[in-house]
Protein backbone atom coordinates (compact mmCIF):
# COMPACT_ATOMS: atom_id res chain seq x y z
CA UNK A 1 0.00 0.00 0.00
CA UNK A 2 1.54 3.33 -1.19
CA UNK A 3 1.11 6.37 0.97
CA UNK A 4 0.77 10.22 -0.54
CA UNK A 5 1.20 13.23 0.88
CA UNK A 6 -1.06 15.77 0.69
CA UNK A 7 0.47 19.08 -0.80
CA UNK A 8 -0.30 21.97 1.46
CA UNK A 9 -0.17 25.12 -0.38
CA UNK A 10 1.17 28.54 2.59
CA UNK A 11 0.02 31.47 1.66
CA UNK A 12 3.03 33.76 0.68
CA UNK A 13 2.94 37.17 2.64
CA UNK A 14 4.41 40.38 2.55
CA UNK A 15 5.17 43.29 4.49
CA UNK A 16 2.52 45.54 2.56
CA UNK A 17 -0.06 42.96 2.94
CA UNK A 18 0.92 42.00 6.87
CA UNK A 19 1.02 45.53 8.02
CA UNK A 20 -2.71 46.79 7.09
CA UNK A 21 -3.78 43.79 9.14
CA UNK A 22 -4.19 45.80 12.41
CA UNK A 23 -7.79 46.49 12.88
CA UNK A 24 -9.31 46.13 16.81
CA UNK A 25 -13.35 46.31 15.25
CA UNK A 26 -15.44 48.81 16.88
CA UNK A 27 -18.44 46.60 16.66
CA UNK A 28 -19.78 49.05 14.53
CA UNK A 29 -19.27 47.36 10.86
CA UNK A 30 -15.46 47.41 11.64
CA UNK A 31 -14.68 43.83 12.11
CA UNK A 32 -11.58 43.06 14.22
CA UNK A 33 -8.38 42.35 11.48
CA UNK A 34 -5.20 41.45 13.29
CA UNK A 35 -2.33 39.51 11.94
CA UNK A 36 1.20 39.00 14.07
CA UNK A 37 4.17 37.43 12.45
CA UNK A 38 6.36 34.60 14.45
CA UNK A 39 8.98 33.00 13.70
CA UNK A 40 8.38 33.48 10.09
CA UNK A 41 4.91 32.68 10.21
CA UNK A 42 1.76 34.69 10.11
CA UNK A 43 -1.30 34.36 12.53
CA UNK A 44 -4.36 35.90 12.30
CA UNK A 45 -5.22 36.35 16.09
CA UNK A 46 -8.58 38.51 15.47
CA UNK A 47 -10.62 35.29 16.71
CA UNK A 48 -8.24 35.20 19.40
CA UNK A 49 -7.09 38.12 21.33
CA UNK A 50 -9.29 38.91 23.52
CA UNK A 51 -9.32 35.58 25.10
CA UNK A 52 -5.68 36.01 25.30
CA UNK A 53 -4.00 35.57 28.58
CA UNK A 54 -2.22 37.87 29.10
CA UNK A 55 -4.63 40.52 27.64
CA UNK A 56 -5.78 41.76 24.31
CA UNK A 57 -3.13 44.49 24.26
CA UNK A 58 0.11 42.39 23.65
CA UNK A 59 -1.63 41.39 20.47
CA UNK A 60 -3.17 44.68 19.22
CA UNK A 61 0.53 46.16 19.91
CA UNK A 62 1.72 44.01 17.40
CA UNK A 63 -0.88 43.79 15.21
CA UNK A 64 0.62 44.07 11.38
CA UNK A 65 4.31 43.87 12.95
CA UNK A 66 7.01 41.14 13.86
CA UNK A 67 6.40 39.94 17.28
CA UNK A 68 8.79 37.07 17.27
CA UNK A 69 11.11 38.52 20.35
CA UNK A 70 8.08 39.45 22.44
CA UNK A 71 6.48 36.35 21.60
CA UNK A 72 9.76 34.31 22.20
CA UNK A 73 10.51 35.98 25.19
CA UNK A 74 6.85 35.73 26.94
CA UNK A 75 7.92 32.08 27.53
CA UNK A 76 4.69 30.35 25.94
CA UNK A 77 4.48 26.89 27.08
CA UNK A 78 4.61 24.27 24.40
CA UNK A 79 0.78 24.18 24.28
CA UNK A 80 0.23 27.82 23.25
CA UNK A 81 2.57 27.57 20.39
CA UNK A 82 0.59 24.05 19.40
CA UNK A 83 -2.99 26.44 19.83
CA UNK A 84 -1.37 28.73 18.02
CA UNK A 85 -1.17 26.89 14.64
CA UNK A 86 -4.40 26.97 14.59
CA UNK A 87 -4.51 30.34 13.62
CA UNK A 88 -1.85 30.24 10.91
CA UNK A 89 -2.75 31.45 7.30
CA UNK A 90 0.49 31.80 5.40
CA UNK A 91 4.30 32.01 5.70
CA UNK A 92 6.50 35.51 5.40
CA UNK A 93 8.39 36.50 2.70
CA UNK A 94 10.97 39.26 3.08
CA UNK A 95 11.12 41.90 0.73
CA UNK A 96 13.68 42.27 -1.97
Not at 10 to 19: A, C, F, G, H, N
Amino acid sequence: MTETKEEVVVRKITREELRVHNVVGNGAGKKDDLWVLVNGKVYDMSKFYRNHPGGPDIIEEWAGKDGTKVFNDAGHPKNSKKEMETYLIGEYVEPR
